[in-house]
Every structure is written in C-alpha cells, then in structure tokens.
T-cell receptor, first 109, second 114 residues
Framework: GQNIDQPTEMTATEGAIVQINCTYQTSGFNGLFWYQQHAGEAPTFLSYNVLDGLEEKGRFSSFLSRSKGYSYLLLKELQMKDSASYLCAVMDSNYQLIWGAGTKLIIKP | GAVVSQHPSWVICKSGTSVKIECRSLDFQATTMFWYRQFPKQSLMLMATSNEGSKATYEQGVEKDKFLINHASLTLSTLTVTSAHPEDSSFYIC??????????FGPGTRLTVL
C-alpha cells in the first residue's frame, strides 16, 4: 500500500531551526510537495522536489532522497507565524497526491 | 501565482437540503480539479477527481449520488452535497491542476449542517 509518515507534532523556539522529516512508500513517484496549513485554512504550497538534493527558498529548504524514500523540510529563523501544520504529499504515478497526516509545529517564544 | 477561489467560504444549512460549492481557477485553465474534505486535525482526504467535459472519478467510499460534481468549463467545477446531514459537516477544499504537476488549492468552504 501507499504510505506517508511524518511526526505528529514538534515544538521549537522562536529564532531557532527545525527539521520536519517525511518518509514515503508509494506506487510511482512524480515529486514530493510540502504544504503549510494554518488552522481553519486550506494548505498553501511551500515546495516541490522531484530530483535528489536540497532546494532552498528563503527561510525554508526542502531535501529529497528518492533512493531512501525520504524528505525533510527545514525552517530557519523561526517566527511565531510559522506555527502551523506542515503536510508532506507525494504525487504518485497517476499524478494524484498521497498525503501525510501532517506535522503540527508549535513555536514557543 | 495561480489563484483558485471557492464560493461560498462558509455555509450553514438545515438537514435535508442541498448545498452547492463552486471552485474556480481565476487566472489559468484547469482540465482537472480535485475535491477534498478535511475533518478537524486530520489531513485532506481526496473525494473525487473532476475532469472537464467528462464524469468525475470518485474515491472508494464516496457516494457519487450524494456528492454531485460538475466540471462544465475549464475554469469551474461544482460540488453539490445533496440531502445534507450533520455528518456531512466538514471543510471542503478544491484544487486545480496547473500543467501536469502542481496543484493550487482553493481557500476552502466550511459546511455546517444543522
């Protein structure tokens, strides 16, 4: 079956760095997405990785290793507004998104 | 970036009535749109894939006669929840596929059935 695993919840301190991991097993692979979702809102797109390596975009970076079925989202210089759920999703061979349950990130002052 | 809108943002209705939710891609054409629902503290669950000009493809366990989907144009898909009941109360989110890969999500519609 298809499966996406990510931690349920993480806590970090304002100004610090946090890494959110995601492992996956899917039928085919057409890229991995990270989304940010604030409570009561639809998820917003953060990043897309289809090749191995690190993609940097401002304070957010996303890494992919296809051979290991592994990705992480790295958030630097954490701000209180970064408190949200972070969803990992893999696009399978049918171009449909398989979603993880999301990681709730709590930022403390 | 590409923008997807949903209307209404929230709706409250009585049990037994039908509710229509619209999903529009504002600045691009989307032959494929997706409908999701999300319960509190849970991830999105795909309900159906809507293809312009053809019948929608429903996920297992989703009643096609209850959740009617119409994708009549390249910029509009509608989801009608027929004979809504309190257990249908949820957050409904649509997304539109731009190109082959990237999905752009609508803001969501919160449905409350009394």
């Amino acid at each position: 079956g298809q499966n996406i695993d990510q931690p349920t919840e993480m806590t970090a301190t304002e100004g610090a760095i946090v890494q959110i991991n995601c492992t996956y097993q899917t039928s085919g692979f057409n890229g991995l997405f990270w989304y940010q979702q604030h409570a009561g809102e639809a998820p917003t797109f953060l990043s897309y990785n289809v090749l191995d390596g690190l993609e940097e975009k401002g304070r957010f970076s996303s890494f992919l290793s296809r051979s290991k079925g592994y990705s992480y989202l790295l958030l630097k210089e954490l701000q209180m507004k970064d408190s949200a759920s972070y969803l990992c999703a893999v696009m399978d061979s049918n171009y449909q998104l398989i979603w993880g349950a999301g990681t709730k990130l709590i930022i403390k002052p | 970036g590409a923008v997807v809108s949903q209307h209404p943002s929230w709706v409250i209705c009585k049990s037994g009535t039908s509710v229509k939710i619209e999903c529009r891609s504002l600045d691009f054409q989307a032959t494929t749109m997706f409908w999701y629902r999300q319960f509190p503290k849970q991830s999105l669950m795909l309900m159906a894939t809507s293809n312009e000009g053809s019948k929608a493809t429903y996920e297992q366990g989703v009643e096609k006669d209850k959740f009617l989907i119409n994708h009549a144009s390249l910029t509009l898909s509608t989801l009608t929840v027929t004979s809504a009941h309190p257990e249908d109360s949820s957050f409904y989110i649509c997304s539109a596929l731009a190109g082959d890969v990237e999905q752009f999500f609508g803001p969501g519609t919160r449905l409350t059935v009394l």
